[in-house]
C-alpha cells in the first residue's frame, strides 16, 4: 500500500503562484511514477503532470505545459507541483497520484491505484 497526503491548496488571484505538495509513505519503492491530476467543479477529473520517481522524464498537459512544473524529492518521499501564472479555470481539487511499475516508455495518464484525498485550489479573477 501506499499513502499519499496532498498540502499546499488555496486562495490566490489570477497571475499568481503556488506549490503543492504530496508525501508518500509506505511502499514507496514500488512506486514507479508520481502524477498530478485535479477536478473542477461539476467536471472529470483530469491529468496535469506527471515524473517518473527515479527522475528524468516529465509530462504535462496542455493547459500545464510551460506554467506548471512537477518535481520530486526522493530523499522526503515527496513530489511537489510548482504552479505559475495561474488562471481562474485552474480552479479544482488537486489530487496526487502513485503508480507502481515497472513502468516503460511514456509516462501514464490513467491507471494510477492510489490517489490522496486532495487540495483545493482557488483561483479567483
Known amino acids: 500500500q501506499v499513502q499519499l497526503v496532498e498540502s499546499g491548496g488555496g486562495l490566490v488571484q489570477a497571475g499568481g503562484s503556488l506549490r503543492l505538495s504530496c508525501v508518500a509513505s509506505?511502499?514507496?519503492?514500488?512506486?514507479?511514477?508520481m502524477a498530478w491530476f485535479r477536478q473542477a467543479p461539476g467536471k472529470e477529473r483530469e491529468f496535469v503532470a506527471a515524473a517518473r520517481w527515479s527522475g528524468g522524464t516529465t509530462a504535462y498537459s496542455d493547459s500545464a505545459k510551460g506554467r506548471f512544473a512537477i518535481s520530486r524529492d526522493n530523499a522526503k518521499n515527496t513530489v511537489y507541483l510548482d504552479m505559475n501564472s495561474l488562471k481562474p479555470e485552474d480552479t479544482g481539487i488537486y489530487y496526487c497520484?502513485?503508480?507502481?511499475?515497472?513502468?516503460?516508455?511514456?509516462?501514464?495518464?490513467?491507471?494510477?491505484?492510489?490517489w490522496g484525498q486532495g487540495t483545493q485550489v482557488t483561483v479567483s479573477s
Open positions: 509506505g511502499r514507496t519503492f514500488s512506486v514507479y511514477v
Open positions: 497520484a502513485a503508480r507502481l511499475g515497472p513502468i516503460y516508455g511514456s509516462l501514464p495518464r490513467n491507471g494510477y491505484g492510489y
